[in-house]
């Protein structure tokens, strides 16, 4: 799928959202932000699209909802007169000890990690059906993976990410047939936490068989990939320098 007149839409994914923009705008698409809190962030990648001459949209939505996602994917055709592809990076990382996990914690990242992927992808799909097919990614996580937890404490998490992948999967053999292609991008060390201490960033490098951060353009050129290509579907690109191999 070239890059050129089609419209994009990009959900969550703050610190990465911006350069996924960025990089989309300056292969001609038309690119829209949704966002739950992080309007700045959003507001900033949007301004990006526009000075690369392309038509940008920020919008506010709850993902975890029906409604958000439907209402955002129509804003999307009112803006652009079209949707060709769904980049859903929203998504919660937190650690919480077994003892402290409650139902209503289990429930919250659910339903932003895997109820807002199915969500958007549903209200994606009649849209992505209309100009004759679609990409759909989805984001993951390199330990998700790799099929086995490696952390403890993050529990919700794993098993939401692992039900991205076998979601995308599913959804990959349904919507065949529509020529929407869905895969996921499972990341590893892209960015350091604004909070990790440099002994800490060290070990991850150290953990890690290329040795360092892979930084955000790793993650574009991933994603370009998955929209240019027209024969990969069902699939995760572990984008983790290794990580999974050691």
């Known amino acids: 799928m070239t890059l050129s007149g089609k419209a994009v839409l990009i959900t ?57 996602c439907d209402g955002a994917v129509a804003d999307v055709e009112r803006a652009f007169g079209r949707l060709d592809a769904l980049i859903h990076l929203a998504s919660i990382y937190k650690a919480m000890p077994f003892d402290e ?28 059906r209309r100009v004759g097919g679609g990409r759909i990614i989805a984001f993951a996580d390199w330990v998700a993976a790799s099929g086995r937890p490696r952390y403890p404490g993050y529990l919700p998490y794993y098993v939401a990410k692992a039900g991205v992948i076998a979601l995308v999967e599913a959804l990959a053999l349904e919507l065949a047939p529509d020529n929407i292609l869905v895969n996921a991008i499972a990341p590893g060390p892209i960015l350091p936490p604004d909070d990790l201490t440099a002994d800490e960033r060290r070990a991850v490098e150290a953990a890690t068989p290329l040795g360092r951060w892979g930084g955000t ?9 998955l929209l240019d290509t027209g024969f990969v579907t069902g699939d995760v690109i572990r984008v983790d320098g290794g990580r999974h191999v050691r």
């Open 12 to 68: 969550g994914g703050k610190r990465m959202g911006t350069a996924l923009a960025e990089a989309l705008a300056r292969g001609g698409a038309d690119v829209a932000l949704a966002w739950h809190r992080s309007r700045a962030e959003a507001d900033d990648a949007a301004s990006m699209v526009r000075a690369a001459g392309r038509r940008s949209l920020s919008l506010q939505a709850d993902l975890s909802t029906t409604r958000g």
């Open 101 to 128: 996990l409650t139902a209503e914690a289990w429930d919250a990242q659910m339903a932003v990690d895997l109820r807002s992927t199915f969500l958007c992808a549903r209200a994606a799909v009649p849209a992505m």
């Open 217 to 225: 353009e790793e993650i574009v050129k991933a994603v370009l990939f």
